[in-house]
């Protein structure tokens, strides 16, 4: 199933406006490749390299801009899918995830990795999870045995969630805040 079978969209990541630092961080990086060439510390072969990598470093998306722009407050949820209220626990990377959610689409989302163990309000918006901190998940596909969700940040990859009503794979900090 996809987010068009229940009545929302799925928001296209190519609406969203380049960050605030990409202009910053270009005209940083061509005064400090010029101050080095000038100098004789950098080869002109260099710095073309430095500009790539630079180039390539500012098409990846970062948290920050949301962050920055968090307006989790007036976010209005939308109801979640039936299969999907209960508690849900996944990997993110390193991170152990797990996610509780109400019929209404507001829920709690829950991740520890070694000492960092962090809970938060998350809402349910079209096809969209938006988190506390002003970061998002983007819903790729849902089913009863499983959610998967994108992360579109850095090289972001997909994660996959399990139901876990019982906490069994949670993370002990997140089976305690969230139980």
């Known amino acids: 199933m996809n987010g068009a079978d229940h009545g929302f969209s799925v928001r296209n990541s190519a609406e969203k406006s380049k960050p605030w ?50 307006n989790f407050v007036a976010i209005i949820a939308d109801p979640v899918p039936g299969d999907w209220v209960g508690t849900w626990t996944g990997n993110m990377g390193p991170y152990l995830v797990s996610m509780q959610w109400q019929p209404d689409g507001y829920g709690r989302f829950c991740y520890s990795y070694s000492t960092a163990n962090v809970l938060q309000k998350i809402k349910f918006s079209e096809g969209g999870i938006y988190i506390q901190d002003g970061t998002k998940l983007e819903l790729k596909e849902y089913s009863a045995k499983s959610v998967i969700v994108h992360a579109p940040y850095f090289a972001g990859k997909e994660s996959i969630f399990y139901p876990d009503p019982d906490f069994r794979n949670a993370s002990e900090y997140c089976a305690k805040a969230l139980n």
């Open 21 to 70: 630092y990409v202009p910053y961080f270009y005209s940083e990086a061509l005064c400090v490749s010029a101050w080095l060439a000038r100098r004789g510390c950098i080869h002109m072969s260099k710095m073309l390299g430095f500009m790539v990598f630079a180039s390539m470093l500012v098409g990846c998306q970062s948290p920050v801009s949301h962050m920055m722009n968090n």
